[in-house]
């Protein structure tokens, strides 16, 4: 279970059918579809502007994730718990998916501490 678990985080495109069936039928209610986008992309640009100001730079993002980087603290010696990738020329940027604005919130204290904490 917990290698799964581990395996399942890494790998977003393993679908089965419980998921395909949410997955359609949350796009075929418009209404809901529409409202859920707009939160994602509300808190999207919120988070931008919130990692701008701790210093990250990342690429503009349309999606639901931030490609970011930070040039004081290299993604890898740190060891943070995001989607991390050790390709040369993107092997200082973190993948972080956009989450609830709660979620959002607390991983930008973790943030904010944790860089401060480098100093």
């Known amino acids: 279970k917990a290698l799964n678990d581990v395996k399942y985080s890494f790998n977003s495109y393993t679908m089965n059918r419980t998921s395909i069936l949410l997955g359609t039928a949350s796009i075929e209610d418009d209404v809901y ?3 859920t986008v707009e939160k994602i992309v509300n ?3 919120w988070f931008k502007a919130e990692m701008k100001k701790l210093g990250f ?3 503009d993002s349309k999606a639901n994730f931030l490609f970011a980087s930070h040039p004081k603290v290299p993604a890898r010696e740190k060891d943070i ?3 991390y990738f050790d390709k040369p020329r993107i092997n200082n940027y973190l993948r972080i998916t956009i989450g609830t604005d709660e979620e959002m919130e607390k991983f930008l204290k973790f943030l904010t501490s944790f860089l401060k904490s480098q100093k």
């Open 57 to 59: 730079t990342f690429p």
């Open 81 to 83: 718990y995001v989607r």
């Open 43 to 45: 808190t999207r640009e």
């Open 33 to 35: 579809f529409k409202e």
